[in-house]
T-cell receptor, first 118, second 112 residues
């Protein structure tokens, strides 16, 4: 149980392209999903918290107009990297919290999306 | 600035030995603590989580928590080459429900 599907797993595209990444909770409902970014040899950095039916909350230093987040249903959140540039190349990982779980319970992570901007 | 600190390693451990990983955190109000294992190029996978002071054992893994010292550790017994990975310590933040702060990770290398 508690499977999070993230798609696509890998994207290679040209500079200036917008890229959409999907994060789906397959067997549970998630009122809250989180988006992380991880650069090589570094840890996961939280980008934003996505709440179903409301605007995402972005961490300091993350451009909300650059990284558009939509959480339109209890099982799907999307991250769109708009007008991507080489410096946006990174490993993007989503996680989801089961709405039935208490705040102490672990998040469930997707397999990540490796984004490479040429 | 709330922080989670880990020794980056690499921690070299002979096969069959015990690997000991440490993590300190600055947010005194943190209630939940997680250890994740991350293989190169892969997403983190949960190893253990702990809420209460003391030890928690699961198979070859033991998590230890000392809230007074703001310290959490992970022991890996009978280390195997497949345990070679980066281990991330994550701490729940008190100022926002469910948010985690990750340490930089400790690279563990188990040598045959």
């Amino acid at each position: 149980g508690a499977v999070v599907s993230q798609h696509p797993s890998r994207v290679i595209c040209k500079s200036g392209t917008s890229v959409k990444i999907e994060c789906r909770s397959l067997d549970f409902q998630a009122t809250t999903m989180f988006w992380y970014r991880q650069f090589p040899k570094q840890s996961l950095m939280l980008m934003a918290t996505s709440n179903e039916g409301s605007k995402a909350t972005y961490e300091q230093g993350v451009e909300k107009d650059k990284f558009l987040i939509n959480h339109a249903s209890l099982t799907l959140s999307t991250l769109t990297v708009t007008s991507a540039h080489p410096e946006d190349s990174s490993f993007y990982i989503c996680s989801a919290r089961d709405r039935r779980d208490g705040s102490n319970q672990p998040q469930h992570f997707g397999d990540g999306t490796r984004l490479s901007i040429l | 600035q709330k922080e989670v600190e880990q020794n980056s390693g690499p921690l070299s451990v002979p096969e069959g030995a015990i690997a000991s990983l440490n993590c300190t955190y600055s947010d005194r109000g943190s209630q939940s603590f997680f250890w994740y294992r991350q293989y190169s190029g892969k997403s983190p996978e949960l190893i253990m989580f702990i809420y209460s002071n003391g030890d928690k054992e699961d198979g070859r893994f033991t998590a230890q928590l000392n809230k007074a010292s703001q310290y959490v550790s992970l022991l890996i017994r009978d280390s195997q080459p497949s345990d070679s990975a980066t281990y991330l310590c994550a701490v729940s933040l008190t100022d926002s429900w469910g948010k985690l702060q990750f340490g930089a990770g400790t690279q563990v290398v188990v040598t045959p």
